[in-house]
């Protein structure tokens, strides 16, 4: 079959990913972005990069593990700096019911004790005496590695033009990656703002994703290496994008001063929020509309899900084949 | 007969809160399942800035049910009557669930500002639906602000742990046996659900029970028919318990009736 020429419009985590499956499978790629600078618009530059099918299956379909086990392997093969530490859960004495609740959901991971979570994270030593390991588990650092997509779809030979929008008139196919801003087309996609910040400290030293679970306010700390970690992150029913409000701030700082008090005497390094683009089942989707097929939806999971996305892409491009729970 | 808010006629007994649901097409489904024609939902956040939820509320609206908003999350009298008033905007109605909340570690109701913020209210043209302990003293200070339904707890937000007080939650059926009263808050399980309905409280407003359980379309038809039972049960008349045994058959002339261990 002859290669096609693919535009791809949208330089977050899901459009980056389709352009490098895309190239690499030879196709000619062109990747255009509305923001100047990259990654500027994106609501993947605010993300954790957390890759955690088991874990979040706490709050998601079976679809979202499946994909995002496959995203893994290809996260594995193709970014080296790829952190398959695991992740950890754990939870304060008061919320050991939220640990049980969530070892029910989910799977893929093993109960440890106070001794195991000590070797794992010395730092967490003595201060919980429960969680879960979730050893399959990976993480990357969303910037490094959007940059390292976007160069390695550019040393493959794809086109790329920031500050602008519009797809070059001969094109074959439309590859729709512009997550919120796609919405006039798309009526059923909303926002879900998500706000995190970052904090610098060389008091702690934590080596995989933590999260401290809390009825209310459930929240992940990301290592991203040289003290600086992520701590994430809301989950508002909103498209606003805006900055970080007070209230959000309060509950993500104090529960990640209560996660372990080194936290207070961090540096906090920035705030922002984005809001991601979700259908009413919170699962992601690939729409074909004749020669422009939309991917989009992926909700809070950019990083677990593109990869193997754009895998899905590539095969119906190659093939006509169609996964039957992404595609319609 | 008929549920009625502030005149207004609702065919389910069951309320349900719309946060923390895995997602927006879970929720609606739990909710049609339900049979549930009232839902709760939080402004505080959605319609912060710039109306910038209108993704889910579009979405709630589709369900084809009265939305009651809450003032979730509020501390303080202002930032519940200013929510409140967002909310008439927002939601093009005068109904809303008042939440002044004390402190978020026990999300107990503050009452006084409870009070106070019912009055504002209601003076404004709302139908308030406050959300409260038992405690009758405050009811009735709601009742003279103009309250026309009542919503006392059954246990803190979020527990789950059924009715934490059942003599107080019969005293205050008894004392306002005209007045809508909601048990809002604390139901884990339907069997605490059917429990409160045999009392004769008029329905159950719940959330997490439903949200975060393993299925929660199948929770929310489980939620419906104990909610059903427990109503039925109230409207046919319980029998009373009583200390003894008491046969159901004659026992005088049952053969092999031994009169030495009787």
Known sequence: MPKKKITIIGAGICGLWQALTLVRAGHAVTLIERSKKPFEGACSFYAGAMLAPFAEEEGAEKLIRELGLRSIELWRDTYPDTQCEGSLIIAQPRDQKELHRFERMTMGHERVNESRISEMEPDLKGRYSNGLFFADEAHVHPHQSMDFLLNAAEEAGAVVHFGRDEAPGSTDLLIDCRGIAAREDLGELRGVRGERLVVRTEEINLSRPVRLLHPRFPLYVVPWGYGFYLIGATQIESDEAGPVTVRSALDLLSTAYALHPAFGEAEVVGFGAGARPAFPDNLPRIIVKGDHIHVNGLFRHGFLLAPALAELTARYIETGETHPEVFS | ?262
């Not at chain 2, 993704?55 to 303080?76: M, R, S």
């Not at chain 2, 707890?153 to 007080?165: F, M, R």
């Open chain 2, 1 to 262: 007969m008929m549920l009625e808010f502030y005149g207004i006629g609702i065919s389910s007994r069951l309320l349900i809160g719309t946060a923390l649901y895995p997602s927006p097409q879970i929720l609606s489904d739990a909710v049609v399942a339900s049979g549930s024609k009232l839902v709760t939902v939080s402004v505080r956040r959605e319609a912060a800035r710039a109306r910038a939820g209108q993704g889910f509320w579009e979405l709630i609206k589709q369900l084809d049910v009265h939305v009651l908003p809450n003032t979730a999350g509020c501390k303080t009298v202002k930032e519940a009557v200013t929510t409140a008033q967002m909310a008439r905007e927002l939601f093009e109605t005068d109904w809303i669930k008042l939440e002044v909340i004390a402190n978020d570690d026990t999300l107990q109701p503050e009452v006084f500002g409870l009070v106070e913020a019912a009055r504002i209210l209601n003076e404004d043209g709302f139908k308030v639906f406050p959300y409260m302990t038992e405690d009758l003293g405050v009811a009735e200070k709601l009742v003279g602000a103009g309250c026309e339904v009542l919503m006392p707890w059954g246990a803190p937000i979020g527990s789950g742990q059924g009715l934490a007080n059942p003599s107080a939650m019969k005293t205050m059926r008894a004392y306002f046996p005209d007045i809508p009263l909601v048990v809002d808050a604390g139901i884990g399980a339907p069997s605490h659900a059917a429990f409160a309905m045999e009392m004769g409280y008029d329905a159950i407003l719940l959330n997490t029970a439903i949200a975060k359980a393993g299925d929660p379309v199948k929770m929310g038809r489980a939620f419906a028919q104990a909610i059903d039972a427990g109503r039925l049960a109230y409207e046919s008349g319980l029998m009373e318990p009583r200390d003894m045994a008491s046969p159901s058959t004659p026992v005088a002339g049952t053969p092999f009736f031994n009169i030495d261990s009787a």
